[in-house]
């Protein structure tokens, strides 16, 4: 077995050592100890949990939110309102692959193409794609699958032999059902195959399911799939403190890693690399590693006693996440919801479903709807359509906006074509505490009596800039993340019009008919009036959260305050190597310097399976 002690995983040497056994992490492992001549490590926080129920049913996912044995448990400093907004992240051999809902969705290609366009040569769609289908498996529709409208579905998209399952599922609810029934009724039906990253509308969604319908992850595809190689060693519940630089550099300057720090029972360790060190510890700790090691903004730094190694102040810069606003309608008697649940006997009566027969509500998941700016405007009056600014321009020139100019016109662009997704719909069959989006435990229920439905409306390709930083120089505290979510005010005006097309949506058949009087009575602690545009801001103002899509704060980019192609300044070049050192990579959905559409499990796979390629193609000849 490739698990082994903390003591002799110190007193190993290995040419790669890859600080986070996540999702990257994982895949990356795979990938480079498929060369019997090279030696791999990987040092993850959480363990291996491959055999957890709580892991493998998809229906448990958010038992597992909030809960340490799980779930790392960061949350934003406050936001608007003083919303402290948590952020559930894996803290398991795995990583958030292992807790998130499944949902295998992907970016668009203009999303990728943008990538390229501000200077990361190498990054497009044609460039992605041949890796994103080489982390996965698309397993044949099953008979339930093929009652719903799978019409979309271009098989040459779609993967079929890496390890990552992926399906559609077996089970689906009333609401789940007329989904796509109602999209198409507002014009609004899906267009293309999503996975080949243009279509548009409301569908039926994939999810990392395998042949049972039990979870597949990194933890139980990746690593089972290199599992009994001699050359690959994992130590679990150990903590990467530092990255260890030679006391000299390069001919051009770079620093040289030869190791990591690390804490495992409390006691500090020291393991050494001769090739390289790859971050993969995520959008939160990588750029932490960073700091901790020397490389970041020199104030930064200096203020927590750090030597500073090399300057970056776009370490830890550029955070984008998903913004969610919910919105909670009461459903219609008789329609099941996951109120059920409070009814312990139902609750048992699903788990043995799914224990013997892997179908059923625990077996479940939602539907989604990509949608174009202009499509959200054809579902609203035109006396309920938020204001959008004439001259947007200048609000991608704010004195914190100028670094990322050239990014927030490329998402400008890409609001004003009718091709390209603003909004992602989805929904949960219950109800929400959108008051209380500090606790994953129950902002996801609700206590209110009575039956419920959310609609989900998300904000694909935010304006608004934030950041995430060493709150000290002790790794064991956690960074300060601070999303700035709303900052910029082009972002409210596009989650208000989202808003307001979801109270359409509801209020349209066949999805209409499971809610009471048509969709138009809101859950407990929601407005109890209708949403206009008048009072559409300050409702989004009080109820936002977060998809738990952060990414870009170890960003692709030019070396410089000024990146190539007018970007922002750039923590990794193209293939991923730290600016300012030989040796080090970070490989996670860091380095992803734009947002893209979409749940971001496919697009670490794919990051993480080309990566494994540079690194492969930069090894010495004789590896």
Known sequence: MVLITAAAFAASTFDYLIAGGGTAGLTLAARLSENPNVNVGVIEAGTDRSGDSKVLTPGLATAMW???????????VGQINGRVVAHPRGKVLGGSSAINLNLWTHASQRDIDDWGALGNKGWTWADLLPYYKKSENFLTPGVTAQQEDITFVQPSCHGERGPVQNKFPPFYSDFYDDWSPTFRNLNLGVQGDPKCGLGLGGATTLVTFDQNNARSYAGNTYFTLSANRPNLKILTNALVSKINFQPFKTVDANLIAYGLNFIAEGKPYTVNATREVILAAGTFQSPQLLELSGIGASAILQQHGIPVLYDNPAVGENLQDHLLVPLGFEAAPGESTQEDFRNLTLVQQALELYATQHTGPFASSTPTAYLSYTQLLSLLAPNQKPAFPRRPTPYLATARDQPYTKQLQLTLDKLSRRDETAAQML???????????????IFLQTDAPGHYFTLFGVLEHPFSRGSVHISSASPTEKPIIDPKYLSNPLDLIVIATIALAMQTVAQTAPLSRH????GTVLQPGFPTERLTVRNVADFVRRSFSSEYHPLGTCAMGGKGAAGAGGGAGGVVNERLKVWGTRNVRVVDASVAPLMVRGNLASLVYAIAERAADFIVADQPATA
């Open 515 to 518: 809610l009471a009087r048509g």
């Open 427 to 441: 929904f949960i069959p219950g109800g929400t505490t959108p008051a209380d989006v500090s606790n994953t435990s």
């Open 66 to 76: 909030g809960d340490g044995d799980y779930d790392w448990g960061f949350e934003t």
